[in-house]
C-alpha cells in the first residue's frame, strides 16, 4: 500500500487536488490542519509522482508532495487499539470490541471506527457532545447536518427521545448513520438523507429545528449562516463546530448578522464549538 500526501496553503485548491490524486489512487481524503490543507490518497499501486507533480504545476503549484510506503499492518486492531472508550459529559462512546462496563448513569453511545467521520475523538465531535449534553430542556425537532457517522444524531436521539433527521453531502456517511442507529436501538428516531445543505425538501418539510448541529467547515458554515437562522425556531439552538480558533470571529460574526446570539463557547485543542440561539420574540 502507497500514501500519496499533498500539501496545501488554501481550500480554494483542495478540490482539483484531490481530483488529480484520486487519479492515481483508490481511496482519497481531505482535512485542515493548522498549517493549511491536506489532501491525502491510497493505492495498492504505486502512483506516479512526477506525473501528479506536473499535473498540479497547473493548478496548485504551491503545493507539495510526498510518496511514502505504508507498512502492511492489521489495521482493524490498530484502529480498534486507537479507539478506546470515551467518556464525554453524559456520554460514553464505545466500539464493539469493548467489553468493559458502561459507567453508571452514563448514556451509551455504540461508534465503530469507520469511512465517516466522527468517533468522538477530535475536539470538533468532543465540543458538540459537551454542548448538547450542557443545554437546558428537551428540543422537540432536531438536525443534523452533516452527520458523518450519525455520533451527534444518536446521542440527540438517546438523551432527549425525540427524533432526529441527520444529512451530510457523503451517500457512505447516511449509509454508516444508519447502521449505527440500528445498532443503538433507535433506527425509529433517525433519519438520515443525502443533503448538500439546508435547501432540501425533506429538511424544509420538518423545519422549524429547535436544535441544529452543524459540525462541518468554517467557510460553509458562513455561506449557510442565513439558511440557518430561516430553519431554526424562535428560541432554538445552534452547535457550530469544525472550526479553529482563528475561524471562530468569522463565524460567529456570519450568525449574529442574521439575528442569532452567542450563548456560549466551548475551545478544546485549538478548536472552537459555538453554541447560538435565535430569539424568541413572542
Not at 483508490?26 to 499535473?55: C, I, T
Not at 467518556?87 to 460514553?92: H, K, L, Q
Amino acid at each position: 500500500m502507497w500514501r500519496l500526501a499533498v500539501d496545501l496553503l488554501e481550500l480554494a485548491t483542495v478540490d482539483r487536488v484531490a481530483a488529480a490524486v484520486g487519479q492515481q489512487c483508490e481511496a482519497v481524503s481531505a482535512f485542515e490542519n493548522p498549517a493549511g490543507w491536506r489532501v491525502e490518497g491510497l493505492s495498492r499501486d504505486k502512483p506516479n509522482q512526477a506525473l501528479l507533480e506536473a499535473a498540479l504545476m497547473l493548478v496548485a503549484p504551491a503545493s507539495t508532495v510526498t510518496l511514502e510506503r505504508v507498512p502492511a499492518r492489521d489495521w482493524l486492531s490498530d484502529n480498534q487499539a486507537g479507539f478506546p472508550p470515551l467518556r464525554t459529559g453524559r456520554f460514553f462512546i464505545f466500539g464493539a470490541h469493548y467489553r468493559g462496563p458502561v459507567p453508571r448513569a452514563a448514556i451509551p453511545v455504540l461508534i465503530d471506527a469507520a469511512t465517516a467521520f466522527g468517533t468522538g475523538e477530535h475536539a470538533t465531535t468532543r465540543g458538540c457532545l459537551l454542548a448538547m449534553d450542557l443545554l437546558v430542556g428537551r428540543p422537540g425537532s432536531v438536525l443534523d447536518m452533516g452527520c458523518g457517522t450519525g455520533i451527534l444524531a444518536i446521542g440527540a436521539a438517546k438523551l432527549w427521545r425525540r427524533p432526529v433527521l441527520a444529512c451530510d453531502i457523503d451517500r457512505e456517511a447516511v449509509r454508516v448513520t444508519l447502521i449505527n442507529a440500528r445498532r443503538n436501538h433507535v433506527a425509529r428516531t433517525i433519519r438520515a438523507e443525502i443533503a448538500s445543505g439546508y435547501a432540501r425538501r425533506v429538511i424544509a418539510r420538518r423545519a422549524p429545528f429547535d436544535l441544529v448541529f452543524a459540525n462541518i467547515l468554517a467557510r460553509p458554515l458562513i455561506a449557510m449562516a442565513s439558511d440557518l437562522a430561516h430553519l431554526l425556531a424562535p428560541g432554538g439552538f445552534a452547535i457550530l463546530s469544525g472550526l479553529l480558533a482563528r475561524q471562530a470571529t468569522a463565524v460567529l460574526a456570519a450568525h449574529r448578522a442574521q439575528g442569532l446570539y452567542l450563548v456560549s463557547r466551548i475551545a478544546l485543542e485549538g478548536w472552537h464549538t459555538l453554541v447560538v440561539a435565535k430569539r424568541d420574540n413572542r
